[in-house]
């Protein structure tokens, strides 16, 4: 496989320098962040008006202004720089918890393992709706008064942040996969607890101290690696986090702790095809092994299969499709990155080596 050299979008400075930073550097991509938006408000209409949720959002807002002032002050700078309202975008960050989407729900595949040099391998291929592509970004954020300095991020604009994934400069990588819980309560949102880490947290160790010691809103699950080849899953079925350490783990859409089912929403095509998808990825790592190259990543993340177990997905409009695939090699510092389907992409190297 022939990597090319990618160019990150560098945001320097404070987190409201950083956030502000986002809408300045992407003029013409303003109006699509705006109608992304509102689109996504749109879809939670009918939740946001019930009493139930305008309670949880303002107890969420509340946390947020007393435990996430950092994470906050980026949010409203970015909500600033493309002239939307502040409380829009966090709504639009909560919109997993809000009841009765009329949207097909994100998806996601994510898994790590200890590699062979003596860190680990991160991989996530990034499913959402097709029409959200155009906002994504590889981000480099850069904070001299931040423990790491630097992480690297992929993300969207108008989100901050690790909104999808990420690494820093210790060689701690996280992923996320998107998983609905049966209720969620007040406390850290995942975006937010996956910035927080990669700003301040070296080792898995240390990432999952403070995971353990705060309150989750719960919902979704975390793939964790860090440069001393240790590797976890967490999910968080009820605000509570889950933990699951071995040398190969790997997560979908629905919960694997025994007795953390959530209800299914009907004809949700990722909630039926997440067991499969699983199924197929973990059969894969057992059969092959850990990739043990960039191009044995790409051919496992951009694999088709049947329709059901397929890694790579293919959806248009409003469908989920695969956006992107990252590959994080802890160990060097590195993102290998696809900005397409993984079958197709030309991929690309990112690096935070010093």
Known sequence: MNLEDGLPLTLAGAPAERGAAQARARPALGEAVRAATRQRLDECAAARQTRAVRDYLARQAAFAREQC????AELEAIAAGFGLHWQDLFEVLHASPMADLAAPS????AWAAVCNDGGAAVAKNRDVRAELAPLQEVMLHEDPAQAMRSVLCVGSLGAPGAYSSG???AGLAVVDTAIRSRSYRTGWMRYFAMTRLLWTCATVADALDFLRAVPHTGGGSVVLADARGRVAAVEFPDGTPAVEHARTVSRTNHFTTPGAGAPTRPNDANEANSAARLQYLRMA?????VPATAQAVADLMGAHGDADQALCRHGEG????????ALYLTRARELIFAPDNPCRARWRRYSLAA
């Open 69 to 72: 002032a950092p994470e906050m």
């Open 106 to 109: 994100d998806a996601c595949t």
């Open 167 to 169: 690494i820093n400069r």
């Open 285 to 289: 790592l057992e059969g092959r092994g």
């Open 318 to 325: 409003r469908e989920v499709r695969t956006i992107s695939t």
